[in-house]
């Protein structure tokens, strides 16, 4: 079976050549911290965190290793001055929109992030996607998906579908680094109790 090998934080790692660097540092036993990554789905890229430094060809850059792949003599490192700088960064962001994700505060406290380097914008959702990948990629289902814009954008179910399919399921909650999912779920569930309130005092007054 073909391979490709690299180095990853000086230790040379032989992976199938379709791998992501990410998935190549899983095997070699080498942890890169995510948040919007898992099992099962389909690589996002959307949080940053993942970023590594890589060498190839003498050139140095830095890429989201959970959509980089692998190439024969790539040489990866891990953590950085330069790496720890952009991941600071990247959970400074965060935690402007969800400051009170244990997740992000447990990462904050690795890397150094000042939780309160920008100001708050009102918002506990992350944009990871992931409840929004997993309901579409594994349930089929597309009950919950990004709403809005810029600054406002963030997730949200379909009332009439939340309060059908999610019941029996709720396999997003866990996923959420955040817990917004969850609670959006129960925020559609209200309107859907509000709506069909609505539909029946429609009705009534019909008949």
Avoid: W
Avoid at 170 to 184: D, H, I
């Amino acid at each position: 079976m073909e391979t490709v090998e690299l180095e990853i934080d000086g230790r040379k790692v032989r992976v199938a050549p379709a791998t992501t660097v990410l998935d190549a540092a899983k095997e070699a036993g080498i942890s890169i911290p995510t948040l919007c990554h898992a099992e099962g789905l389909e690589p996002f890229g959307a949080c940053r965190m993942c970023t590594v430094e890589v060498e190839s060809g003498g050139r140095t850059k830095y890429v989201v290793s959970c959509l980089y792949p692998v190439e024969q003599g790539l040489v990866v490192r891990t953590r950085s001055e330069k790496v720890d700088k952009i991941r600071k960064l990247v959970l400074e962001y965060l935690l402007a929109r969800a400051p009170y994700s244990r997740v992000l505060r447990d990462l904050a406290a690795e890397y150094g992030a000042d939780p309160n380097r920008f100001e708050r914008e009102g918002s506990f959702c992350i944009l990871c996607g992931l409840c929004v990948r997993y309901c579409a990629e594994v349930k089929g289902k597309c009950v919950v998906g990004f709403v809005e814009n810029g600054p406002r954008r963030e997730i949200a179910f379909d009332p009439y579908m939340a309060a059908r399919e999610c019941e029996s399921c709720k396999g997003c909650f866990p996923l959420c680094p955040t817990s917004f999912a969850q609670a959006a779920y129960f925020l559609a569930l209200a309107r859907e109790h509000e709506s069909a309130s609505s539909r029946d005092v429609s009705a009534s007054e019909v008949a």
